[in-house]
């Protein structure tokens, strides 16, 4: 995601956020259910804040450890909407960790400055683009917590998700078809107006395989659900294998806006 360099208050709203991020993440079992709710919505507010300043900063910054941060902020939001619906929902512990570990990876390594040499319009694109990672790293922790639930199950055991397993396999892929669509849309806008984003015409660089290879993997993982019926641990290998393109398509992203 855009940050400013190490500012007085960027360290400040980092370490704070952190800091309430850890409370939940290493006190889960000390901590009641109200406390551990409180402290992450404080974190999650501080880790909001921490981005819009980033936003207004003189010198906006694009790197992977600031695009994890981001994603992990959106992979908050959506746990907070779901928490509405579904109020027996229980994975604040590893959200918080998660949280925790991607502001302190942002501090470390702030990325590269960026120039925005021909459009305005850039930083939105690059947003839109870690939004779309967002909700595919939603469907990766709902599709960790089905695999957990699915375990129990089969151990006779308490799933403890606080989701019927059915309900978190449909989830996981509304969450990947939705972002599906975010990337190809993505993919497409930089295709056909790469002279105004990024001041040159599209090439086939290492960004742009590693951006198709993405889109390719989500085709095919959405393609052999529904002609062949994927499902279960078949359709969670396949999305586990996607992140590792997709992370390899934010370092190719920021080596390419140095």
């Not at 939105?124 to 599709?143: D, E, T």
């Not at 669509?181 to 290492?206: E, I, K, N, P, Q």
Request: with cysteine; net charge positive; hydrophobic share 60%.
């Amino acid at each position: 995601m855009i940050l400013p360099s190490a500012s007085p208050v960027s360290w400040l709203l980092a370490l704070a956020a952190a800091l309430a991020y850890a409370a939940p993440a290493a006190a889960a079992s000390r901590l009641g259910a109200a406390a551990s709710r409180n402290a992450l919505l404080v974190a999650w507010v501080l880790h909001g804040a921490l981005l819009v300043w980033g936003l207004w900063g003189e010198a906006p910054r694009f790197g992977f450890a600031p695009a994890l941060s981001m994603t992990a902020w959106l992979v908050l939001t959506v746990y907070a909407v779901e928490r509405q619906l579904f109020p027996q929902m229980r994975a604040r512990w590893m959200l918080a960790a998660l949280g925790a570990a991607t502001i302190v990876l942002a501090l470390l390594f702030p990325g590269q400055p960026l120039h925005v040499k021909a459009s305005a319009w850039l930083p939105l694109h690059l947003a839109l683009g870690i939004a779309c990672y967002g909700l595919f790293a939603a469907a990766v922790v709902h599709a960790w917590l089905m695999t957990r639930a699915e375990r129990h199950i089969r151990q006779a055991e308490d799933p403890d998700s606080g989701i019927p397993l059915l309900t978190l396999e449909r989830l996981t892929f509304r969450f990947v078809t939705a972002g599906f669509v975010l990337l190809s849309a993505t993919l497409l806008a930089g295709w056909l107006f790469s002279d105004m984003l990024y001041g040159r015409a599209w090439r086939w660089d290492h960004k742009a395989v590693f951006s198709f290879l993405s889109w390719l993997v989500f085709a095919a993982l959405l393609l052999g659900r529904a002609r062949f019926g994927w499902r279960g641990r078949n359709a969670v290998r396949i999305l586990y294998a996607a992140p590792h393109c997709s992370c390899w398509r934010m370092s190719a992203h920021a080596s390419c806006l140095k």
